[in-house]
Every structure is written in C-alpha cells, then in structure tokens.
C-alpha cells in the first residue's frame, strides 16, 4: 500500500487542523493505521492509532483528548482532527499502515505533512 499524508501547514495556538491519508492498494481496509510525528532534534513519537475498522483507537496522554483518529474505508482514507493545538506540536506527521503484531513496527510509511504551531 503507498500512503500520501497531507493538510499540515501553520496555525495559531488553540487552532484547528485535520490531516489526511489517503491509500492506495486493494488491503486499506484490513490494516490497522497509526500517526506518528517527529519534531526537529527529536525521536519520532507516535500520536494515534486505529484498527481496522475504526472501532478501537489509541492515543497517549500528550494528546489524548485534544486529537481524534478516523478513517473512512470506502475512501481508503484516514484523518487526524487536531484541536487545541499547542507550540509542542510542531512536527513533522507521518501516517503508517499494518503494524506487525508483536513489534508493532509500521511496514508501510507516507511521507509526511508538516505542521507548524506558532505561540
């Protein structure tokens, strides 16, 4: 599956941006997907994930209640509302798909979107 992350760019503190994913490849549907970003000097951390069929998500406590996975399988796309947006999440976004399941190491990456969080 290829990945095409997009809709970063710059937003106040307190602002609002939602990203997108969108997939290529017949098996959307049946990869669990993850966010993850990686802000300049720092290690990539992750910031959401979803099953397969947008039943379960995950976050952690850095954004949880702040940020919102989904994803629409009919349009083999993902998203990430992003609300009340902090300095801190200036980074770069990167979507990932089919996380292996003892490791969770992501097999599939897109590009990335960056998102910059202006004080």
């Known amino acids: 599956v290829q990945l095409q992350a997009s809709g970063g760019g710059l937003v106040q503190a307190g602002g609002s941006l939602r990203l997108s994913c969108a997939a290529s490849?017949?098996?959307?549907?049946?990869?669990?997907m993850g966010w993850f970003r990686q802000a300049p000097g720092k290690e990539r951390e992750f910031v959401a994930a979803?099953?397969?069929?947008?039943?379960?998500?995950y976050y952690p406590d850095s954004v949880k209640d702040r940020f919102t996975i989904s994803r629409d399988n009919a349009k083999k796309t993902m998203y990430l509302q992003m609300n009340s947006l902090k300095p801190e999440d200036t980074a770069v976004y990167y979507c990932?798909?089919?996380?292996?399941?003892?490791?969770?190491?992501?097999?599939?990456w897109g590009q990335g979107t960056l998102v910059t969080v202006s004080s």
């Open positions: 979803i099953n397969w069929s947008g039943g379960s998500t």
């Open positions: 990932a798909a089919d996380p292996e399941p003892t490791t969770m190491v992501y097999n599939y």
């Open positions: 490849g017949r098996m959307f549907s049946s990869y669990d």
